[in-house]
């Protein structure tokens, strides 16, 4: 099992020059508050345990060797209870284990740090929705025009261009970067009581777009103290045949002024 690869989180605010139109941005302003961010609002922080099951997890997951064996995955990895912070800006996943206690595990609490990875990583990428992060900022310059699938919304990132394809609904489709080597994303969104809410995002590996060759991210939805925070999260990594699956629960919410 390896770790896979960084993630394109896509943060716009403040790095895209041009001009653009009023009518463009008053559309622009209309497209951003049709999206769930929770974090815009009035959350702080949400606490979650992090549920997962390694026997269910090599069902679906192709085993290195360098994991632990069965009963080493079931006696000393199991038993951990993690939990989860998530923070407009931090993802913090904890064990309880120190470092020495961890470097006892086997192959020096491998397994751990990888699920620990998974999580902050699936996370990190769902923040780009809960800020609002994943489209432009609403004073970026932008073109925004119908087309053949809905909106298509053009701007630059410093001296790239960038085209996001949004659905009638202007639910966002994807988006690409015009770079000599294309960078590029799929998305889709579920319909929630507050906005639009992430459903999956999907990005390439080393530039291929082919099945086989994609980081696939899940999400569905729990409703806590009134705000919509993931509960089931799953990543595919299907080059490696790797996928992670767990649930959030137990979950706390910390909201601004509480």
Same mark, same amino acid.
């Given at each position: 099992?390896?770790?896979?690869?960084?993630?394109?989180?896509?943060?716009?605010?403040?790095?895209?020059?041009?001009?653009?139109?009023?009518?463009?941005?008053?559309?622009?302003?209309?497209?951003?508050?049709?999206?769930?961010?929770?974090?815009?609002?009035?959350?702080?922080?949400?606490?979650?345990?992090?549920?997962?099951?390694?026997?269910?997890?090599?069902?679906?997951?192709?085993?290195?060797?360098?994991?632990?064996?069965?009963?080493?995955?079931?006696?000393?990895?199991?038993?951990?209870?993690?939990?989860?912070?998530?923070t407009r800006s931090r993802v913090t996943v904890t064990s309880g284990l120190s470092d020495e206690a961890m470097n006892k595990l086997p192959y020096g609490g491998m397994a751990e740090g990888l699920l620990e990875h998974a999580v902050e990583k699936s996370l990190y990428n769902w923040l780009a929705a809960g800020t609002n992060a994943i489209l432009p900022d609403a004073k970026t310059p932008v073109s925004?025009?119908?087309?053949?699938?809905?909106?298509?919304?053009?701007?630059?990132?410093?001296? $790239? *261009?960038?085209?996001? =394809?949004?659905? %009638?609904?202007? !639910? #966002?489709?994807?988006?690409?970067?015009?770079?000599?080597?294309?960078?590029?994303?799929?998305?889709?969104?579920?319909?929630?009581?507050?906005?639009?809410?992430?459903?999956?995002?999907? $990005? *390439?590996?080393?530039? =291929?777009?082919? %099945?086989?060759? !994609? #980081?696939?991210?899940?999400?569905?939805?729990?409703?806590?103290?009134?705000?919509?925070?993931?509960?089931?999260?799953?990543?595919?990594?299907?080059?490696?045949?790797?996928?992670?699956?767990?649930?959030?629960?137990?979950?706390?919410?910390?909201?601004?002024?509480?």
């Amino acid at each position: 099992m390896r770790v896979f690869c960084g993630l394109m989180v896509v943060c716009w605010a403040g790095l895209c020059l041009g001009q653009t139109s009023e009518k463009d941005q008053a559309l622009l302003s209309q497209v951003r508050g049709k999206y769930d961010a929770p974090f815009n609002r009035e959350l702080q922080s949400f606490d979650c345990a992090v549920g997962f099951s390694w026997k269910e997890h090599f069902k679906e997951t192709t085993r290195v060797g360098d994991e632990g064996t069965d009963e080493e995955l079931e006696t000393l990895f199991q038993p951990i209870r993690n939990r989860v912070e998530v923070t407009r800006s931090r993802v913090t996943v904890t064990s309880g284990l120190s470092d020495e206690a961890m470097n006892k595990l086997p192959y020096g609490g491998m397994a751990e740090g990888l699920l620990e990875h998974a999580v902050e990583k699936s996370l990190y990428n769902w923040l780009a929705a809960g800020t609002n992060a994943i489209l432009p900022d609403a004073k970026t310059p932008v073109s925004l025009q119908q087309s053949a699938t809905g909106y298509r919304l053009a701007f630059k990132m410093q001296d $790239v *261009d960038v085209q996001m =394809n949004l659905a %009638p609904d202007m !639910r #966002l489709l994807d988006a690409v970067a015009k770079t000599p080597q294309p960078d590029r994303f799929e998305t889709s969104f579920d319909t929630g009581p507050q906005g639009f809410v992430l459903r999956s995002w999907t $990005v *390439d590996e080393d530039g =291929n777009v082919e %099945p086989g060759h !994609r #980081l696939i991210f899940s999400y569905s939805y729990q409703m806590v103290d009134g705000v919509q925070v993931p509960e089931q999260v799953v990543v595919m990594r299907e080059s490696h045949h790797e996928v992670w699956r767990y649930k959030l629960n137990d979950c706390k919410v910390k909201k601004v002024g509480k």
